[in-house]
């Protein structure tokens, strides 16, 4: 998962290098924290939170897949 939320951030930002991904183990689910530079923030959100949640939606469905619950997150 760690990989697939990478490679679509990195796709859709200017500043690729700037790019991080951590995956936080929880009891239930996984979290995934991804930190993209200021600017970007606009570009993985998208109008209406729109980018933001097909994001979660792909990973959802990988994670559905691969029976695991996870849960992306989007921190500044």
């Known amino acids: 998962m760690l990989s697939l939320v990478e490679a ?7 500043n690729p290098d700037a790019v991080e991904v951590k995956e936080i183990p929880g009891e239930r689910e ?6 993209v530079a200021p600017e970007d923030m606009g570009k993985v959100i998208g109008k209406k939170g729109r980018i933001a949640k097909a994001l979660r939606t792909v990973v959802k469905a ?12 989007i921190v500044q």
């Not at 996984?30 to 930190?35: D, H, P, Q, T």
């Open 8 to 14: 679509i951030a990195k796709s859709l930002v200017n």
């Open 62 to 73: 990988a994670a559905t897949k691969a029976n695991k619950k996870v849960v992306v997150e």
């Open 30 to 35: 996984v979290v995934i924290e991804l930190k």
